[in-house]
């Protein structure tokens, strides 16, 4: 008898056969990738797609790119790569506890983000005064992963990726793609609103009474009171769900963020700031486009997309710099 079992690809599938809801998106009913590939030995191909995208360059950028405070002093605050692995981690617990696909909520969670500017949603907003309607991270993403960073991805991962922001109309196909749409909610207000009270501008006792009331204290008690509420209503609904006073409070919470820290008016300067270096940085590349690293030049896009390929893929670090060396008078 040996000390190990063998799980090849079949297996594995075999295994998502039996264990998983009958809602669950199997990977072998994948509708499939943009081009054909022999399958993996031993990796099913949501667990394909995870892995690739763990390993990318897009994903590594996130590293040093702002979830909410811009280049803050300590090393404990949040970053987008941070952020990624803490909804990778919240969504993978309520797949787990659904009996859905683990491998495949995964795959969207790591991912979701790989398409946001620099300076979060302030990035976001300054890259929209160039399109026509919104600029949209999500889509980025995508973009990223067909074009940018080609990874032949499975149509559910960037399915699941695309929708994953609430303010997309249409939802996602899968039921882990939903279960993404709530786990980025539910780790991103949890977590900036712990680095807002280590900064100082919020103290515990400043949320709303309702909050701290139905969630409890900040931090990892509302992490897992939001991640109750969407199994146990989930199980009830047959669809992926929060009940209704849960997601009310949530939304109050969520406004809350906003007025007291998101937008609050004594970080304007620095949004201000931010816009201007993403502006600044767009135009120059418009007006210089043959300073466009090769990697961002494509054949099926004009002379504005690749720029904003290139200027979104920045981290924030590296948009200040390159905006210093640009703009910043040179002393001699």
């Given at each position: 008898?040996t ?45 394909r ?12 950028r ?22 990624t ?19 495949l ?6 991912g979701?983000d790989?398409g ?13 005064e ?20 080609p ?6 991962v960037?399915?699941g ?24 909610r ?43 509420s ?28 906003f ?17 201007e ?5 767009v135009?120059?590349?418009?007006t210089?486009?043959s ?42």
């Amino acid at each position: 008898m040996t000390a190990f079992r063998l799980r090849t690809r079949r297996i594995a599938e075999a295994l998502e056969r039996e264990d998983l809801a009958p809602a669950a998106t199997l990977s072998v009913n994948s509708v499939g990738r943009a081009a054909s590939e022999e399958p993996d030995p031993w990796r099913t191909s949501f667990e394909r797609d995870r892995d690739r995208i763990l390993h990318s360059k897009a994903f590594r950028r996130l590293k040093h790119k702002t979830q909410v405070f811009m280049n803050p002093e300590g090393d404990h605050y949040v970053t987008r790569l941070t952020h990624t692995l803490q909804v990778t981690q919240v969504g993978g617990a309520i797949a787990r506890a659904l009996s859905l696909n683990g491998a495949l909520t995964e795959a969207i969670c790591l991912g979701h983000d790989v398409g946001h500017s620099p300076f979060g949603h302030t990035g976001e907003d300054a890259l929209s005064e160039f399109v026509d309607g919104e600029w949209r991270h999500s889509a980025q993403s995508v973009r990223i992963f067909e074009v940018l960073e080609p990874l032949n991805l499975t149509f559910e991962v960037l399915d699941g990726i695309m929708a994953h922001p609430w303010k997309v109309e249409n939802p996602a196909r899968t039921p882990e793609g939903a279960i993404v749409r709530f786990a980025d909610r539910i780790a991103y207000l949890a977590h900036d609103a712990l680095d807002a009270i280590r900064a100082g501008v919020l103290r515990p006792s400043d949320f709303p009474a309702p909050v701290l009331d139905t969630l409890g204290e900040p931090g990892r008690e509302w992490i897992a009171a939001m991640i109750a509420s969407v199994i146990e209503t989930s199980m009830e609904r047959d669809e992926v769900a929060m009940d209704e006073y849960t997601l009310d409070v949530m939304l109050e919470l969520r406004g809350f963020m906003f007025e007291s820290v998101y937008l609050r008016a004594d970080v304007e300067p620095q949004r201000i700031r931010a816009r201007e270096i993403i502006r600044n940085l767009v135009e120059y590349y418009v007006t210089h486009p043959s300073e466009l690293p090769d990697t961002y030049r494509h054949d099926d896009a004009d002379t504005l997309t690749q720029v904003i390929d290139f200027v979104a893929g920045m981290t924030d670090r590296y948009a200040i710099s390159r905006h210093d060396e640009l703009f910043r008078p040179q002393l001699f």
